[in-house]
């Protein structure tokens, strides 16, 4: 059954976003580790392991829509595609979450320049970042707990199409910054036999954000983004942990994003 899950794991979640996933302020979740089965001792080894241990989550992003400020000629620009990352993480004390990501990205920019509708598609492309999320406070009666997260993520893409012919010199390079607050409660879900603990979370992110696309068009003219950023750099989050049981060593995240975009992710994590 543990190898069916892994497998089930792997290959549902191997990896689509534009503004980075956040994910639950509860850095503590999974509590258990893979590693830790053995019914007799696993729960001596988690408590060894409290501060040392590696998760790993797989994330699937889509992103249905953008829009991008842009200044000179260019005007309505939007960006659309999909994000496919692998995030590493560890937690020391429960209280900072450093954590890198890789992974690829397949992503569409649409905007207007010199009288024509433009359309640059990207081929599938190397995408890494890093991050770190800190617990602020936990106010432990009402059982909330508060996070800052912070992320740097960077994307250099080859160029699969340009609507616009003849297109030479293409280039798709996108790089963010982005601060997250976020709040989060654990809550206990009976389901038949068994209780699954949902923690459902949702918070205020602000980016910062470099887009350049550019390619050379007809008669030497420059079609760009100018670094294009973030039309409205504040969106809202919601999103929700989804586990098995409490000493679980893996769950479920479920993700949307709104205002500056319409965004949203499926992913899973596990501790090992």
Request: glycine share 6%; hydrophobic share 40%.
């Amino acid at each position: 059954m543990k190898k069916l899950i892994i497998i089930l794991f792997l290959l549902g979640f191997a990896a689509p976003s534009f503004a980075a996933t956040v994910g639950s302020p509860d850095i503590d979740l999974p509590e258990e580790a893979f590693s830790t089965r053995d019914h007799a001792i696993h729960s001596a080894l988690a408590q060894h392991e409290s501060s040392i241990n590696i998760r790993a989550n797989a994330e699937i992003e889509f992103v249905v829509d953008r829009e991008l400020d842009t200044s000179h000629e260019t005007t309505g620009a939007e960006l659309e595609g999909q994000n496919y990352m692998v995030k590493v993480s560890t937690s020391y004390k429960k209280i900072f979450e450093p954590y890198i990501r890789i992974g690829t990205s397949n992503l569409k920019l649409k905007w207007k320049q010199n009288g024509y509708n433009i359309t640059v598609e990207s081929d599938p492309g190397f995408m890494w970042g890093m991050g770190i999320k800190s617990k602020l406070w936990e106010f432990k009666d009402q059982g909330i707990k508060l996070a800052l997260d912070f992320q740097y993520r960077t994307m250099d893409l080859d160029v699969n199409s340009v609507s616009l012919s003849p297109a030479t010199s293409p280039q798709f390079r996108i790089e963010e910054f982005q601060t997250s607050l976020l709040a989060s409660k654990r809550y206990i879900l009976p389901i038949g036999m068994r209780d699954y603990y949902i923690t459902p979370y949702t918070g205020l992110y602000l980016t910062s954000a470099e887009v350049d696309v550019r390619f050379d068009g007809n008669s030497g003219l420059e079609y760009s983004t100018y670094e294009a950023d973030d039309a409205n750099p504040v969106g809202l989050v919601f999103g929700l942990d989804v586990m098995p049981s409490l000493l679980s060593w893996y769950l479920f995240n479920f993700e949307l994003r709104l205002f500056n975009e319409t965004a949203f992710t499926f992913g899973g994590k596990m501790k090992f």
